[in-house]
């Protein structure tokens, strides 16, 4: 195992420089880069999600800009469009900021030895660097990616096996019809209709509608933040585990009735086994791996990728809007680096899952098989 583990954590490497790779090239014929933003703010022509870059910022390059302006006919200001009338200085400038004043393959190389030493630099269009951007809304996204998770699991799984041990029963006909329904109704449109019902919509008031704490937090007793606390995360956390809650669900009964319906069962009951012990000292181990499998993709789902439209409804400043942002400002050292952390913590998450494997099956040995 050890060998494994090794190996595992050695392919990690060329993992992380093949999405890297892939991502900086597909960027690099990404139309409106940086320099375009800026320049799209100058020339008033900035909408939607870019004109969420500071004011401030662009005042200033505006005013040193068109204070050098004049020759727009430049080759440089005609590489970006919208640039003309703009000082060729002044896009020279932009560029050596933002690091485009270097080659591609340089740019690249420096990229990695900073990200190899945890160096993800500043953002582009907020004047603080790209690691307390993150440690600022990791609160948001950690709080409903771990509750989630928790509400989840402690739910579906007990719920999958008794749906599987009373197959075709009242119980399981109705109960998998709630669930096939909730499966169906997208998370963000259960979302609006939790605020409509619960949070001053159109009915009733008992919820808030912002934020992942009251403004008065810090004065309240600690039993008054936990209560204030989950006041707010409860119709988020609801929205988002709708659909996680489905799939899990019939997941586990599917992989329990599988094991249920093999020889080995039977022949355990044969031998006096009862169905408690039949059911977690045989069928559980075997069925959960499955289970187990899926881990890896709905973790990563649940903290980084899955909450975009939950932080955006419900006004949660978390990972998932700050990604979303950054890339349509293309503020490229806040995209890299959230996709360097996501899919590092995805490959680790997956190894763990992997280990996980042994140790509910002893069975499972990876010794023997190539990465």
């Known amino acids: 195992m050890t060998a494994y583990i090794i190996r595992r954590l050695l392919f990690i490497i060329p993992t992380m420089l093949g999405i890297m790779l ?165 998370g963000f449109l259960f979302a609006i209709l939790l605020i409509i019902l619960f949070a001053g919509g159109s009915f009733l008031d008992w919820f808030p509608l912002r934020g992942l704490t009251s403004e008065n937090f810090n004065s309240l007793p600690w039993y008054g933040k936990v209560i204030d606390y989950f006041w707010h995360l409860a119709l988020p956390i609801f929205a988002m585990a709708l659909s996680a809650f489905a799939t899990m669900t019939l997941l586990t009964k599917n992989s329990f009735l599988e094991e249920i319906r093999k020889q080995y069962v039977l022949t355990a009951r044969a031998k006096g086994c009862t169905s408690n012990q039949v059911l977690y000292g045989h069928v559980f181990r075997n069925a959960m791996l499955l289970v187990i499998a899926g881990f890896p993709s709905a973790f990563v789902h649940a903290f980084f990728t899955g909450s975009l439209l939950i932080e955006t409804i419900f006004s949660l400043d978390g990972l998932g809007l700050l990604g979303f942002e950054s890339v349509l400002n293309r503020d490229y050292p806040v995209v890299f680096a959230t996709l360097y952390i996501f899919s590092l913590v995805g490959v680790v998450v997956n190894l763990i899952s992997d280990l996980a494997y042994t140790w509910i099956d002893p069975r499972i040995d990876f010794e023997s098989r190539e990465v």
Do not use: C, H
């Open 22 to 186: 892939v991502s900086f090239v597909v960027v690099q014929f990404a139309p409106g880069g940086p320099v375009e933003q800026v320049i799209a703010k100058l020339s008033g022509s900035d909408t939607g999600a870019t004109s969420r870059i500071s004011g401030s910022q662009g005042g200033d390059f505006g005013n040193r800009g068109m204070a050098q302006g004049g020759s727009g006919g430049d080759a440089t200001s005609a590489k970006y469009r919208g640039a003309q009338g703009l000082d060729p200085e002044f896009i020279k400038k932009l560029e050596k900021q933002f690091g485009f004043d270097k080659p591609a393959y340089e740019r690249f190389g420096l990229m990695l030895w900073n990200y190899a030493r945890f160096d993800f630099g500043n953002s582009y269009f907020r004047d603080v660097s790209v690691l307390q951007l993150i440690k600022e809304k990791m609160p948001v996204s950690m709080s409903l990616g771990i509750w989630m998770m928790l509400l989840t699991y402690l739910i579906s799984i007990p719920l999958g096996i008794k749906k599987a041990v009373d197959d075709g029963s009242r119980f399981d006909v109705w109960t998998s019809s709630v669930i096939i329904v909730g499966y169906a109704i997208p």
